[in-house]
């Protein structure tokens, strides 16, 4: 999901979601939230005691700091066997250093997606899709027309939109209307029982759906779909957060660079680029330090594999053939840091919390109960000594979590636009969780 102005009526719902969490959010330390499924259980994050110590050193050595630029790979690396590849090779490989990888076609093997949604031939199985989805209202964006740095979007049938990507693909990949492109379409939102896809062990500890699941009133969980030629603009995704992208069918071409390589191809305004490819760039003039931005690390990805996209790299996707994806949005403790302060940030340019949570869709009152949702939880697996909490994270992955909220909440607590938040009816306030996590935190490490 890219970072940008949002229709209206979608910052509305999710403001009116956010304003529900004080009078709606019940949950506590003495009982369990009720998650929502949506899709298969995931098999449990393993983060073993090595692993949980090679983050918390990782960590520690920041400084209460978030990872620098650091040097951008020649390439990015290609994970191919399933079962030699661990949560903890992911961890030191990927998660810690923030770096791109992509997985072969081995790991989405038994998706049901890919058995249902294409043909033997390799494409979008359009029949099927009408019989399942036909009569569902899906977001469609047009890629001819830009909206700032975005595209405009309206709403239509699922079948009116596979009628116009048939009549695209008989006319040449042309049409009147532009090209088209179905995004951000919640279907595991709306279908909670269909067998979609597993969640990889990998991306199992996400926080961002997690707290949403609790709301059950939302999540960052998209299906995108859209004919050879359909792409999505220059963007990060929302909340600095990772993101993971399979192809159900279909190839993609990916265009990425590391965090403040985008810095270097803003114009002279401070605008970033609409689209990375064009020849605008060249102009040095209106983009007058174009030239000291590396080239981009291309991916092309193939019906099948996943790419993994770390916090904060700016990134652009063209869709090579007829394309359906599913992408997740998901926020943890190795990329929270980098949450924090992108909503520091986007407070120090807009100077006005109303302002900044119509941008960004959250503010600070809210980034509390978001951390407090987790944090309930996790403090729930660290007390009762539980072998796996409901959404099957052992018992050193809920101390790591705990380890870096207690980090950020400080940060926050000690934060003087948090200061001025009425608090009084929070539950429980503030500085008392930060204490219930910092007592939690230091019980794992006592000898």
Request: aromatic share 12%; net charge negative.
């Amino acid at each position: 999901m890219r970072v940008g102005p949002k229709p209206q009526a979608l910052v509305q719902r999710k403001r009116g979601a956010l304003c529900l969490l004080v009078s709606r959010l019940v949950l506590t330390v003495s009982a369990p939230a009720e998650v929502r499924r949506r899709v298969l259980r995931p098999v449990p994050s393993w983060m073993d005691r090595e692993t949980l110590a090679l983050a918390d050193r990782h960590f520690r050595g920041l400084g209460g700091g978030v990872p620098g630029i650091g040097q951008a790979p020649g390439r990015v690396a290609f994970v191919s066997e399933p079962g030699a590849f661990s949560y903890a090779d992911f961890v030191r490989g990927f998660l810690l250093p923030n770096l791109p990888c992509v997985f072969s076609s081995a790991f989405t093997q038994g998706w049901g997606s890919r058995r249902r949604w294409v043909t033997p031939a390799g494409r979008p199985d359009f029949d099927h899709l009408l019989r399942t989805y036909g009569d569902v209202v899906v977001p469609v964006a047009n890629c001819g027309v830009q909206e700032y740095n975005s595209n405009p979007k309206e709403h239509m049938p699922l079948r009116d939109y596979i009628t116009y990507w048939k009549e695209y693909i008989e006319g040449g990949y042309s049409s009147p209307r532009g090209c088209l492109y179905l995004k951000d379409w919640h279907l595991c939102r709306d279908f909670p029982v269909e067998d979609v896809f597993t969640l990889p062990v990998y991306f199992s500890s996400d926080w961002l759906n997690e707290f949403w699941d609790a709301l059950d009133v939302d999540d960052y969980r998209f299906v995108y779909a859209g004919p050879a030629g359909s792409w999505s603009p220059f963007h990060a995704d929302i909340f600095r957060s990772f993101s993971w992208s399979v192809n159900v069918c279909g190839r993609k071409k990916w265009l990425l660079f590391p965090p403040g390589q985008e810095e270097a191809l803003r114009d002279r305004h401070g605008n970033l680029p609409y689209d990375v490819t064009s020849p605008a760039l060249c102009d040095t003039h209106l983009h007058p330090r174009s030239q000291l931005a590396g080239p981009p690390l291309e991916i092309t990805q193939e019906a099948g594999e996943m790419v993994f996209v770390p916090s904060g790299w700016h990134h652009q996707v063209h869709n090579l053939d007829d394309t359906i994806s599913i992408n997740h949005n998901w926020v943890n403790g190795f990329n929270l840091a980098n949450m924090w302060r992108f909503l520091q940030q986007e407070l120090c340019a807009v100077q006005e919390e109303v302002i900044m949570r119509s941008c960004s869709g959250i503010n600070f009152e809210d980034f509390y109960h978001f951390l407090k949702v987790i944090a309930e939880k996790r403090l729930l697996v660290l007390r009762e000594a539980a072998a796996e909490d409901s959404a099957g994270l052992g018992f050193e992955q809920a101390a790591f979590d705990a380890g870096r909220i207690t980090e950020v909440l400080a940060s926050l607590v000690a934060h003087p636009n948090f200061q001025r938040v009425d608090t009084s009816a929070f539950s429980p306030q503030p500085k008392e969780l930060l204490q219930q996590l910092r007592e939690a935190v230091d019980a794992t490490v006592a000898p």
